[in-house]
């Protein structure tokens, strides 16, 4: 599975940005995705993760009530919906996928695709 994320920016405190993840290569039907970012200086920390059926969805502290994950297996897309951003929330966001949930959250996924930059300003 090749995977293409997009949609990042430059974005005041308090905006919203919408992040996509393109699939490619295989159908992710049999895939659950998350998103994880990556701040400088720092590890790549887990964001977001949504099960293979789209039944099950989660997210670290840091993000919860704010930014939503969800997923188009038609389209072969996953999103993360960001609100309310701060300042705290610039890094590079990655998407993954792997067949196993447990593992996109333990960030052992089998796939990973090149980030999107966001800048989140005063």
């Known amino acids: 599975v090749q995977l293409q994320a997009s949609g990042g920016g430059l974005v005041q405190a308090g905006g919203s940005l919408r992040l996509s993840c393109l699939a490619s290569g295989r159908t992710i039907r049999s895939y659950a995705m998350g998103w994880f970012r990556q701040a400088p200086g720092k590890e790549r920390e887990f964001v977001a993760g949504?099960?293979?059926?789209?039944?099950?969805?989660t997210y670290a502290d840091s993000v919860k009530g704010r930014f939503t994950v969800s997923r188009d297996n038609a389209k072969n897309t996953v999103a993360l919906q960001m609100n309310s951003l701060k300042l705290e929330d610039t890094a590079v966001y990655y998407c993954t996928a792997d067949p196993n949930l447990r593992a996109v959250l333990l960030r052992t996924s089998d796939y990973w695709g090149q980030g999107t930059q966001v800048t989140v300003s005063s």
């Open positions: 949504i099960s293979v059926s789209g039944g099950i969805t």
